[in-house]
């Protein structure tokens, strides 16, 4: 079936890292976006991929490998205030309509 | 710029009783999504539009819940005879065409006593 599926939870320690995963199903793939949700807050666009490898951006970091229908966003020298939810969501041609489907997002935890 | 206006941030209703939501888009974006997104789970779209048509409303719950944007730039999601099934937060976003990147509104929260 089609689908965007991610670990409910992470936990990391300030000034490592973190990578979030994702893993998608879909008929008509067009892109991959994430977006950071503080708690009680809107969604915030961080990152669009469509082709595969890693695409750096500095603090945030996206890799996408389509053909395995996986992409993982990694956040470097991680800060307490990186502590939100990590949504992935998939663009699907196949819908008809260019859906974009969320998963359920990541609760990342950074502890000090 | 401004940003996506949604109000009222906060609604609690009985079951049964009628709520309408709002959402101002940013300024020349066409196209203007609703999603629903229960506590703990990413936003579920329920309806999309480019300008005043409706692109994709399958996933509206047509018994009870509509939606309208007349004039291409402001809209209303309305929820009839509301169950408690139906507390979550309704999220608007906009784009610049089928955009890669949604700008979200706030959120108006949902609460069905």
């Known amino acids: 079936g089609q689908g965007v599926e991610q670990p409910a939870k992470l936990m990391s320690v300030e000034g490592t890292f973190a990578r979030v995963n994702c893993t998608y199903s879909t008929s008509g793939f067009n892109g991959l976006s994430w977006y950071q949700q503080r708690e009680g807050q809107a969604p915030v666009f961080l990152s669009y991929?469509?082709?595969?490898g890693l695409k750096d951006s500095g603090h945030f970091s996206t890799f996408l490998s389509r053909s395995n229908g996986y992409s993982y966003l990694l956040l470097t020298e991680l800060q307490i205030k990186d502590s939100a939810s990590y949504l992935c969501a998939v663009r699907d041609l196949g819908s008809g309509y260019n859906k974009l489907t969320f998963g359920k997002g990541t609760v990342l935890l950074v502890s000090p | 710029e401004a940003g996506v206006t949604q109000s009222p941030r906060y609604a609690v209703l009985q079951e049964g009783q009628a709520v309408s939501f709002w959402c101002d888009p940013i300024s020349g974006h066409d196209t203007l999504y609703w999603y629903q997104q229960p506590r703990d789970q990413g936003p579920q779209l329920l309806v999309y539009?480019?300008?005043?048509?409706?692109?994709?409303n399958s996933q509206l719950p047509s018994d009870r819940f509509s939606a309208v944007r007349p004039k291409g730039t402001n809209s209303t999601l309305k929820i009839q005879s509301a169950k408690q099934g139906d507390t979550a937060t309704y999220l608007c976003?906009?784009?610049?065409?089928?955009?890669?990147?949604?700008?979200f509104g706030e959120g108006s929260r949902l609460i069905v006593v």
């Open positions: 976003a906009s784009s610049p065409g089928v955009g890669n990147t949604l700008y």
């Open positions: 539009f480019r300008d005043e048509a409706v692109i994709d």
């Open positions: 991929v469509v082709l595969d």
